[in-house]
């Protein structure tokens, strides 16, 4: 836990500034950071790794901390004590600006802060690109994550800025370039190990005198009994880092030293082949001219000589302390390079007798310069820079360096070559035992062991996977899917080149285009995921909270990382597109003079509310045009909204209400009483002259009927059949007892029978008057037979046709009378009293009193089909009369219809010619009635028919 | 006596009935009721009288022959089939056999009645060729144009025609038959009234003869 000395809260030890107040940590006691932090070494730790001065003696402005706790991305992704003073020197600044007038307050750096490589000389200024305002000094050489702080230090230093806290040698360099610094002033300000250098002492002379000065690891190098730097030979392998080694060359190491063991390289500038045979050495470029022209650092990005065809190689793509040199480069000689040198470096060139890849390995600053592989383990130095330095002429001793550092180090190795193979394993940890022996301690997780023990486990696996830049290991995995080569994988996209052939990288190098170049050091995979970042940023730009922060803000530096990597990139842009580059670098387009250049978001505002920011610009709505609506169409609305909601009523069917109507009742009692008034008239009143005077018609039926009856042998009975209700009585009746007159008045034999029930009743009555009335008919004697009911209707018929003897087992009073041989005698007619031999032939004749057509369909169907010959007499009221006209084709079929008949066959008989008066004159009445009842039934049919109803016919 | 009350009931009955004329009422219900009541009384009591009750007395008496007594024992046992249709019915299907003997015997007299004393009959009636070669003028007229109204009548039941209709001759065919079936119609209703109006008539003859009778009583 760190306690902070503003707040006193107590803070995680991974935290860099305070959580509560938001002061940096970083300026608390250095024994209160925790000693497995990576960066922030104690005092312990520094006394076994000493850091470099001009990493030591950054000491961040008193307003820096609070800014720094603003700035999302250092705070949160990133350590100001990691970053190299230059860096860090910029951190306040752009806090302030987004902080602004309560950051402005604070003292801000100097542009004297800025080391001279970062700056831009005057005389330089009018031909870059994008020039800015005079006053805006250095505004048009930094990059945009850097204008903001040229912007802040417009206004005054104060003295208490961060000039103080930078250390000399970069304070030398901020009071101008053309100014060259004296060999006083670099004592002063340049730490001991650059100020040795710078004075052309070797190193021998540096380690004796200077060890309080120099860096640990330095101190090392030069204590160690084996480190010969030069020779190459005796030198031990961990007792100077790589990228120091590098610097061999520059005392005096011979060119084509051969490669050194993997083990010697830092993992992250390990080739992966390893393999001496396969590194290209540095014999074969001309290096040492190069050296003598241009720094390196200086001569790295030569962005005017790339053709601005390819977007991606533009100045503005690339930080300015990358473009720095682009100015004189193309044309630099010795004195350009003098010019542009910092002093403290110039002592570096100046003292440099080795081949030109050496001395722009000394160029650079320490930190740059790359460890190599290669014999002369000059060329992998500065291979971060490779890519862009391989133009001929004062360039190309970068060029060689940097194509040296492709080939040996493992972020600026050729793609295509396996080289990044082992590179890529170390920083997977996989061969982290060498790697981590040859990292500074300061770019080392943990502080390795005391001794520089290349075999100590605990340093190289820690520095195995961590060692390496991860904003430059980020591309692994997406160059690897993409060429198929794992070559491609160690090194950052931008910085990705293609790998000319092994056996001659720097000709093949040199021999390139610069649209190829361009094209080869920009062209890397799409951005990964964040993911996969998290464990690619270098430990000296991890802070030691973000191992536990969130995976999404590793893979780039803080710095970086404030750029979304999914930023699209600008229209031709497409290598930066897919790059994980801060906005600055996708930034194709240069400032138009006298507009100060585009500000990194990252720079303006805080984080938090820069991923906030929408990505893309909120859709706008078109307004939608204002509809006026009529009042007419409003009730219209109102009204079909209405009824969209209202249920539909059902119709329910209401019977109209019956209307009780009198008149059909009426009419129908008046029709009633009118009949009645008619039938009363013609029975109460005298005899109406119906036949009009004259007399009436005789029917042929009853005069036929008549004679027949006189014809009729008296021996013969005759069958009287009574099918008839008591409903047609006042017809029949008539009928029957005028036919039974005429019978009786002749003493004929009478056998009476029925097949219905009520026939049978009527029968008997008829049979009691008949024998009341004649002695022949007496009870007991044989002119007379009734027989009875006999059940089963047609069934009785068939038998009595087929077995007419077998009607007299049972009479109308249950007695057989088949035993009485003079009934049987007399019945049958000359049987011989033989019940079995009476047939119906012996019958003079059959009277069927029916009043139904059925019964005379039964009995001519029956009995008169079986005897024909027999004569048959039907008596049916005159509804039955024309339905049994049909039956009467025989001749021996008669019939007497109704009254009319029985009157003509009776006789005169007043009451009943008064009867059938009466119904001759309700008859009348009743058609009267009709016709006047059809009259508006006609008229309502039409108007039906009219109507379309169907005729009756139809329905 | 007699003649006195049944004709008071006959009047009172009759007056009963018309009622009707007027208004649905409950003396013409009461009226209806009596009648059909009355009249399937005495037939119950006819039929048994009539079929149940000479052969069971002849039974008793042991006069029955062994003729009436086999028909009486088959009655016995259609009788004891037709009886499994009440109760349970378990055994129901065994009325089926008297009720097939019943209706096959009778179908079998109507279809063969029907034939021979019905249809043959009618239609030589109807194509009477003796009259088309009578000497009597009108009989050969009348012979003619009962055919002819026959077939007209028959033709004017067309089932399956167009929609418009039969169109000329036949349109006019149709119409005439329709019209001779409205003339018969006509005359059964005629026929019809004739005997209700008499039956009207007649009853209330009775009525006038029985108040003449009862004021020759009073």
């Known amino acids: 836990m760190i306690t902070c000395q503003h707040c006193g809260t107590s803070n995680p030890s991974t935290s860099i500034v305070c959580q509560t107040c938001g002061q940096v940590l970083a300026d608390e006691a250095p024994t209160q950071r925790p000693v497995t932090t990576t960066t922030a070494a104690t005092a312990d730790t520094e006394d076994a790794f000493p850091l470099p001065d001009w990493l030591r003696d950054i000491d961040l402005p008193s307003p820096a901390p609070s800014a720094v706790v603003e700035s999302p991305a250092p705070t949160q992704n990133g350590s100001t004590n990691d970053l190299p003073d230059w860096l860090l020197a910029d951190t306040p600044a752009v806090e302030a600006t987004a902080r602004g007038p309560e950051m402005e307050e604070r003292p801000a750096p100097a542009l004297d802060d800025l080391p001279d490589w970062l700056r831009v000389p005057p005389s330089a200024t009018a031909s870059a690109p994008a020039t800015a305002p005079a006053d805006t000094q250095g505004d048009y050489e930094l990059p945009a994550w850097l204008r903001d702080t040229a912007s802040v230090n417009n206004q005054p230093p104060s003295s208490d800025g961060g000039s103080e806290e930078l250390p000399s040698w970069l304070h030398a360099a901020s009071e101008g370039q053309d100014q060259s610094p004296s060999l006083q002033q670099e004592g002063e300000d340049l730490p001991t190990w650059l100020r040795a250098v710078a004075s052309g002492e070797d190193e021998a002379a540096t380690n004796g005198g200077g060890s309080d000065e120099l860096p640990a690891w330095l101190q090392e190098v030069t204590s160690s009994p084996s480190t010969d730097l030069r020779d190459g030979t005796g030198q031990d392998e961990y007792a100077l880092p790589d990228w120091l080694r590098d610097s061999g060359p520059v005392a005096g190491a011979t060119p084509a030293r051969q490669v050194s063991p993997p083990e010697e390289l830092p993992s992250w500038l390990q080739d992966e082949r390893g393999g001496d045979t396969q590194l290209p050495t540095v014999e074969t470029q001309p290096q040492a001219e190069s050296a003598a022209e241009l720094p390196p650092w200086l001569q790295e990005v030569d962005i005017p000589t790339v053709p601005t065809a390819a977007s991606d190689t533009s100045p503005d793509t690339l930080p300015s302390w990358l473009l720095e040199g682009d100015q004189p480069a193309p044309t630099n000689g010795a004195g350009t390079e003098d010019a542009t040198l910092p002093p403290w470096l110039d002592e570096i060139a100046a003292a440099a007798p080795a081949p030109a890849a050496d001395t722009s390995s000394n160029a650079l600053p320490s930190w740059l310069i790359e460890p190599t592989t290669s014999p002369a383990s000059d060329g992998e130095n500065g291979g971060f820079f490779a890519a862009t330095d391989r133009e001929a002429g004062p360039e190309q001793g970068i060029a060689q360096t940097i194509e040296l550092a492709g080939d040996g180090g493992g972020w600026g190795q050729n793609p295509t070559s396996g080289d990044t193979v082992a590179f890529d394993e170390v920083a997977r940890g996989q061969n982290s035992t060498g790697a981590d022996a040859e990292l500074p301690y300061w770019l080392r997780d943990e502080p390795p062991a005391t001794t520089m023990d290349s075999a100590s486990p605990p340093v190289a696996d820690e520095l195995s996977a961590t060692d390496i830049p991860e904003w430059l290991r980020a591309d692994e995995a997406p160059a690897q899917a993409t060429s198929g080569s794992a070559a491609t994988a160690s090194m950052p996209a931008w910085l990705d080149e293609p790998a000319p052939s092994e056996a001659e990288p720097a000709t093949a190098l040199a021999a390139m285009q610069p649209d190829e170049e361009g094209a080869r050091v920009y062209d890397a995979p799409p951005p990964k995921p964040a993911t996969d970042q998290a464990a690619t940023l270098p430990p000296w730009l991890i802070d030691a909270d973000e191992a536990s922060g969130p995976a999404t803000s590793g893979g780039l530096p803080t710095w970086l990382q404030e750029t979304p990597v999914a930023e699209p990139s600008a229209p031709g842009n497409d290598f930066f597109g897919n790059l994980d580059l801060p906005a600055w670098m996708h930034d194709t387009s240069p400032p138009a003079a006298g507009e100060q250049a585009a500000v990194p978001t990252y720079l303006e505002v805080p984080a938090s509310e820069a991923e906030v920011e929408p990505a893309v610009a909120p859709l706008i709505t078109p307004a939608q045009p204002t509809i006026t609506r009529s009042a007419e169409r409003l009730d219209a609305i109102a009204l079909l909204e209405r009824l969209r909601s209202t249920p539909v009523v059902e119709p329910v069917r209401v019977a109209p209400p019956v209307r009780r109507s009198w008149v059909v009742p009426a009419l129908q009692v008046l029709a009633v009483v009118v009949i009645i008034a008619a039938l009363l008239l013609a029975l109460l009143g005298p005899r109406l002259p119906l036949n009009l005077g004259y007399a009436p018609q005789p029917r042929p039926g009853a005069a036929a009927v008549a004679q027949r009856l006189q014809a009729l042998p008296s021996d013969r009975p005759v069958l009287v059949a009574y099918e008839w209700d008591a409903r047609r009585a006042a017809e029949l009746r008539p009928l029957a007892t005028t036919v039974l007159a005429q019978l009786t008045a002749r003493q004929l034999p009478l056998i009476f029978v029925s097949t219905d029930p009520q026939g049978s009743l009527l029968m008997e009555t008829d049979v009691r008057g008949v024998s009341v009335a004649n002695a022949a008919y007496a009870a007991g004697s044989a002119g007379l037979v009734n027989l009875g009911f006999k059940p089963g209707g047609i069934i009785a018929l068939a038998g009595l046709s087929q077995r007419f003897g077998g009607l007299f087992a049972v009479d109308a009073r249950g007695q057989d009378l088949r035993a009485d041989t003079a009934v049987i005698t007399r019945m049958c007619g000359n049987s011989g009293g033989d019940a079995n031999r009476c047939r119906l032939e012996q019958l003079g004749m059959i009277m069927v009193l029916g009043d139904e057509q059925s019964d005379v369909q039964g009995w001519v169907e029956q009995v008169h089909a079986a005897a024909p010959a027999v004569p048959m007499l039907f008596a049916v009221p005159s509804e039955v009369g024309p339905q049994v006209r049909p039956y009467l084709t025989d001749d021996q079929a008669l019939a007497l219809i109704g009254l009319p008949d029985a009157l003509q066959l009776g006789g005169t008989n007043d009451a009943l010619a008064r009867q059938w008066d009466a119904t001759t004159l309700g008859a009348a009445v009743f058609g009267v009635l009709v016709l006047f009842g059809s009259v508006p039934a006609a008229l309502r049919g039409r108007r039906a028919r009219k109507r379309g109803a169907r005729d009756v016919w139809d329905r | ?218």
């Open chain 2, 1 to 218: 006596m007699g003649p006195l009350i049944g004709g008071g009931i006959a009047t009172v009955l009759t007056l009963l009935v018309l009622s009707r004329a007027i208004a649905d009422n409950i003396a013409y219900r009461l009226a209806q009721h009596a009648l059909v009541g009355l009249a399937l009384g005495y037939a119950a009591s006819a039929l048994v009288r009539a079929t149940i009750v000479p052969p069971v007395r002849a039974l008793i008496a042991g006069t029955a022959t062994i003729e009436q007594l086999v028909v009486l024992l088959i009655s016995v046992v259609l009788l004891a089939l037709f009886l499994t249709r009440f109760g349970r019915q378990r055994l129901s299907h065994l009325a089926n056999y008297p009720l097939a003997l019943l209706f096959g015997v009778g179908a079998a007299l109507a279809l063969l009645g029907a034939v021979r004393g019905t249809l043959a009959p009618q239609i030589v009636d109807t194509m009477r060729l003796p009259g088309l070669t009578s000497p009597d003028i009108t009989a050969q007229i009348g012979t003619a144009l009962v055919a002819a109204l026959t077939l007209t009548t028959l033709l004017s039941f067309m089932y399956a025609t167009r929609p418009g209709g039969p169109k000329g001759l036949g349109r006019m065919g149709r119409a005439t038959g329709r019209g001779l079936i409205l003339a018969t119609f006509g005359v059964f209703l005629a026929a019809a009234v004739t005997t209700y109006i008499a039956a009207l008539a007649g009853q209330l003859n009775a009525i006038i003869q029985w108040i003449n009778l009862l004021l020759e009583s009073a």
